[in-house]
């Protein structure tokens, strides 16, 4: 029979009080996969490759002043030493690395002077290559200092590559980051961009890859030497003609924009969960530590294993908002 609108008013409260009362009588049934869920636990690994750790990098913008670089370094950094040959081809070709501690980011961000940019990007786990930084060469041609001799580029763009993931160990997870400069013709690499192929394929220069082991106590700063001679050039024979300067290396051009007198620097600090973290004196390499040297072999079983520079990228992981 059916209900007239009257009728299906004064029938609502009778509805919504035998809803209530239901509630009340006995507790709701748990889905069976639900109480799975529950009682399954994330792993270490699982927390560890987490979307909520992984690299961050700040973006600070300064007024160009190598004088306040160089007092950065000497007041609260370590150079980079890792490898003599990286070390060496680094300094070559204009660029400055150094590590802080991370107490001292804030004293050492106020020594390079005013931040008038200052903006974090959140990458997270990142295995596959992508851009860090980049500067637009435009269509005309210009000339860089490539381990002290001058290169041609053709236009295009100039890319600081970077990648990173977590490495859970022994004695506490790290973080693995890496970066490279690649140069992109203004052509080939349009036609990589529409194909969606690997990044890698530009003209790398390998011999400026960097491969750092990040931990949240500590973080690193990557930002161009200075525009000038560290020392007094001689008197030069007799030559007619106007004195030049020196085209810029691949650091300045990447990180120094002339016109604006600005620079930029890069911070790669590492987001890790306490878990992961051991306390001071539990690493190896702490002194007075009572942890024995691990086995430089090991590694989980269910961790990814690093990949090679020319490896096949993995699959790509969308940008995350950072942690809050």
Not at 234 to 245: E, H, K, N, S, Y
């Amino acid at each position: 029979m059916p209900l007239f609108p009257d009728q299906l008013l004064r029938a609502v409260p009778l509805v919504a009080a035998a809803g209530l009362w239901g509630c009340g009588a006995a507790p709701a049934a748990v889905p069976p996969q639900a109480e799975v869920n529950a009682d399954r636990a994330s792993t270490p690994l699982e927390r560890l490759l987490a979307a909520d750790n992984g690299l961050m990098v700040l973006r600070w913008v300064v007024r160009d002043d190598p004088t306040r670089v160089q007092a950065m370094v000497d007041a609260y950094g370590r150079p980079y030493d890792g490898n003599d040959a990286v070390a060496s081809a680094l300094a070559r070709n204009g660029f400055v690395l150094a590590a802080v501690p991370t107490g001292a980011l804030e004293s050492a961000g106020a020594e390079l002077g005013e931040h008038l940019t200052d903006v974090q990007v959140w990458h997270g786990q990142a295995p596959q290559w992508r851009e860090g930084q980049h500067a637009s060469l435009g269509r005309s041609d210009l000339a860089v200092l490539v381990d002290g001799h001058a290169r041609i580029l053709n236009g295009g763009v100039l890319n600081l590559l970077l990648r990173s993931w977590t490495v859970p160990m022994e004695d506490g997870a790290f973080l693995q980051v890496e970066f490279v400069p690649q140069y992109e013709p203004p052509i080939a690499g349009g036609y990589r961009k529409l194909l969606g192929t690997d990044r890698l394929e530009g003209d790398v220069f390998r011999e400026l890859l960097v491969e750092l082991q990040l931990r949240p106590d500590e973080c690193w700063i990557l930002t161009a030497s200075g525009t000038g001679s560290s020392r007094e050039a001689g008197i030069g024979p007799p030559a007619i003609g106007p004195d030049v300067l020196l085209p810029p290396t691949l650091g300045q051009l990447l990180f120094i924009d002339p016109r604006t007198k600005v620079r930029t620097a890069l911070v790669f600090q590492a987001v890790l969960p306490e878990a992961a973290t051991p306390p001071a004196g539990a690493r190896p390499d702490d002194e007075g530590s009572p942890a024995a040297e691990p086995d430089a072999d090991f590694r989980p079983a269910d961790s990814p294993a690093a990949p090679g520079i020319d490896d096949e990228p993995w699959e790509q992981v969308p940008l995350q908002e950072p942690p809050t």
